[in-house]
Nanobody
């Protein structure tokens, strides 16, 4: 059974930092791009960041560029999201995702995590 399990969410003050982790299990994720989406209350699930299998090719939403950093450890089947300079508008449930194809959109994702809440207080 394939599982993506997120951890590291919580409550933080504006300007603070959090590091999310996503541990994948149940199959090999060789070749998979992995990344993060987020969903705020009453809004759609939006792309945040993704990283290719190589660990070199990364891509970010404009809203988080320069503040968030995505990385992965293929030996541990784990992807990370370092979030700095957090803002109240970053408050959302953050979902880990994995996709084998080139596209990294809501409809292209093969595997989702259950989500972890991030709340930024102003």
């Amino acid at each position: 059974q394939v599982q993506l399990v997120e951890s590291g969410g919580g409550l933080v003050q504006a300007g603070g930092s959090l590091r999310l982790s996503c541990a994948a299990s149940g199959r090999t994720f060789s070749g998979y791009s992995m990344g993060w989406f987020r969903q705020a209350p009453g809004k759609e699930r939006d792309f945040v960041a993704r990283i290719r299998w190589s660990g070199i090719d990364t891509y970010y939403a404009d809203s988080v560029k320069g503040r968030f950093t995505i990385s992965r450890d293929n030996a541990k089947n784990t992807v990370y999201l370092q979030m700095n300079s957090l803002k109240s508008e970053d408050t959302a449930v953050y979902y880990c995702a994995a996709s084998l194809g080139l596209a990294f959109t809501n409809t292209a994702i093969q595997y989702w995590g259950q989500g972890t809440q991030v709340t930024v207080s102003s």
